[in-house]
């Protein structure tokens, strides 16, 4: 069985790539938003032209990337969605709630001290992970029905 992954959350840590490195050999495919936070920002003006207001600056960006996210989400078997320490991901918590909408199975990865922040997420979770070496664990273990790597 191949799950179809989709990492949705936070671009400043490296918890992709951790996920990515621990998956290594089982049968997952990977997709996510761009993470390159400067194209992601700008990408409505750059394709669709400057915008003086800062609101539609950032409301024609966003489009665009919804229908890369709406796609992933959509496509995905799992979704992970990663809130991290230093930011609000307002979008990660859209990205949750939407593939929870598509009764998407869905991992939340974040530090306990979004707990009480993140609750209703939470119970839309079927699992809330700390690190990112537990999603892989989780992962491993629904393909192989294994605990150990």
Not at 21 to 39: C, W
Request: include cysteine; glycine fraction near 8%; proline fraction near 3%.
């Amino acid at each position: 069985m191949t799950l179809n992954v989709y990492l949705s959350g936070e671009i400043h840590t490296d918890w992709r790539e951790r996920i990515l490195e621990g998956a290594k050999g089982l049968d997952l495919r990977f997709n996510s938003p761009v993470t390159d936070h400067g194209a992601s920002d700008d990408c409505g003006v750059a394709i669709l032209g400057a915008e003086e207001d800062k609101f539609w600056h950032d409301h024609k960006g966003a489009k665009i990337n919804a229908i890369r996210t709406r796609k992933g989400i959509e496509d995905a078997d799992v979704v992970v969605v990663r809130f991290g320490e230093k930011y609000k991901q307002w979008n990660a918590a859209f990205d949750a709630g939407y593939a929870s909408a598509l009764g998407k199975s869905l991992i939340v990865l974040q530090p306990p001290e979004h707990d009480h922040a993140l609750k209703e997420v939470n119970a839309a979770a079927l699992a809330v992970a700390r690190e990112p070496e537990q999603v892989v664990a989780i992962l491993r273990y629904v393909l192989e029905g294994t605990l150990e790597g």
